[in-house]
């Protein structure tokens, strides 16, 4: 067997797989969306009609201060985590990356747990203040809901980019007069920009298609998961549901693209 017909034999079962699995699934998908009455234009309703273009600006908004909160937590926590070695930092660990096992419908239901008409907030808000602070069906709910699930999935990526990290650029800039709010600022920041660049993307795309918890929580939210959830299952509109789902993988797909060029590095969204 020569090599060229050795590699093909190995290349076959990822042809057909990818055949199977992605391309005609989403062929299929974007014909799918072009068979409504506006055709191709059908494409065009996520920004045209006011109620699609509203739920997608709700999905990115949320999205992107998911995505900043999320760094910013991550970062200081995976920095520290890293840097430091403490009795029970394992334990600690195990803790923050453990909500990677649970799907959303879980997560979703620990944060009506927390802050819902029977949640723990809510009762210490009534013993407090005699009213009870109920969050878990708005906004602010599901932007905890997505925080939960988004942070122990970017700590992960900043404690692996932070080891890696040269200890010499930070001993040569102290020993240059540079404090250690400079050090960090001038010298661990911008190593890490791949990274929080890398990391952000995840958490961004993780925020955009993340239905499991949107399901559970967006009871008064307009987020595109639920959108085209809603879509698809109580008014049987397929042709605008799949367009739907076309924009909002489009959308994400772009993120992730524009990520993976100012990184340097392969990004991938975790469902």
Same mark, same amino acid.
């Given at each position: 067997?020569?090599?060229? !017909?050795?590699? %093909? &034999?190995? @290349?076959?079962? /990822?042809?057909?797989?990818?055949?199977?699995?992605? #391309?005609?699934? +989403? =062929?299929?998908?974007?014909?799918?969306?072009?068979?409504?009455?506006?055709?191709?234009?059908?494409?065009?309703?996520?920004?045209?009609?006011?109620?699609?273009?509203?739920?997608?600006?709700?999905?990115?908004?949320?999205?992107?201060?998911?995505?900043?909160?999320?760094?910013?937590?991550?970062?200081?926590?995976?920095?520290?985590?890293?840097?430091?070695?403490?009795?029970?930092?394992?334990?600690?660990?195990?803790?923050?990356?453990?909500?990677?096992?649970?799907?959303?419908?879980?997560?979703?239901?620990?944060?009506?747990?927390?802050?819902?008409?029977?949640?723990?907030?809510?009762?210490?808000?009534?013993?407090?203040?005699?009213?009870?602070?109920?969050?878990?069906? !708005?906004?602010? %709910? &599901?932007? @905890?809901?997505? /925080?939960?699930?988004?942070?122990?999935?970017?700590? #992960?990526?900043? +404690? =692996?980019?932070?080891?890696?990290?040269?200890?010499?650029?930070?001993?040569?800039?102290?020993?240059?007069?540079?404090?250690?709010?400079?050090?960090?600022?001038?010298?661990?920041?911008?190593?890490?920009?791949?990274?929080?660049?890398?990391?952000?993307?995840?958490?961004?795309?993780?925020?955009?298609?993340?239905?499991?918890?949107?399901?559970?929580?967006?009871?008064?939210?307009?987020?595109?998961?639920?959108?085209?959830?809603?879509?698809?299952?109580?008014?049987?509109?397929?042709?605008?549901?799949?367009?739907?789902?076309?924009?909002?993988?489009?959308?994400?797909?772009?993120?992730?693209?524009?990520?993976?060029?100012?990184?340097?590095?392969?990004?991938?969204?975790?469902?």
């Amino acid at each position: 067997m020569s090599h060229r !017909s050795f590699v %093909g &034999l190995c @290349l076959l079962p /990822l042809a057909v797989v990818t055949a199977a699995f992605f #391309l005609l699934p +989403m =062929a299929r998908l974007i014909a799918t969306g072009a068979e409504g009455p506006q055709g191709l234009a059908g494409y065009l309703a996520i920004l045209v009609e006011p109620r699609y273009r509203a739920t997608l600006i709700n999905t990115v908004l949320l999205a992107t201060a998911t995505t900043l909160v999320t760094l910013i937590v991550a970062t200081i926590v995976g920095m520290f985590l890293q840097r430091h070695r403490f009795p029970g930092r394992s334990i600690l660990i195990a803790m923050l990356t453990f909500p990677l096992a649970f799907p959303g419908v879980v997560v979703g239901f620990m944060i009506i747990l927390l802050a819902g008409r029977q949640g723990v907030i809510g009762d210490l808000s009534s013993h407090l203040t005699g009213q009870k602070l109920v969050f878990a069906y !708005s906004i602010y %709910g &599901l932007f @905890l809901g997505y /925080l939960y699930f988004s942070i122990p999935r970017v700590i #992960l990526t900043i +404690m =692996a980019a932070v080891q890696k990290l040269d200890p010499g650029l930070e001993e040569a800039a102290r020993s240059l007069g540079a404090g250690p709010w400079a050090v960090q600022r001038d010298v661990v920041l911008p190593a890490l920009a791949p990274a929080f660049v890398a990391s952000g993307a995840i958490a961004f795309a993780t925020a955009m298609g993340a239905f499991g918890t949107a399901f559970t929580l967006a009871t008064n939210i307009d987020v595109l998961p639920m959108l085209i959830y809603t879509e698809f299952t109580l008014a049987a509109n397929f042709a605008t549901s799949a367009a739907l789902s076309v924009g909002l993988g489009v959308i994400t797909w772009f993120i992730l693209a524009l990520a993976r060029s100012f990184s340097g590095s392969a990004v991938a969204a975790a469902g």
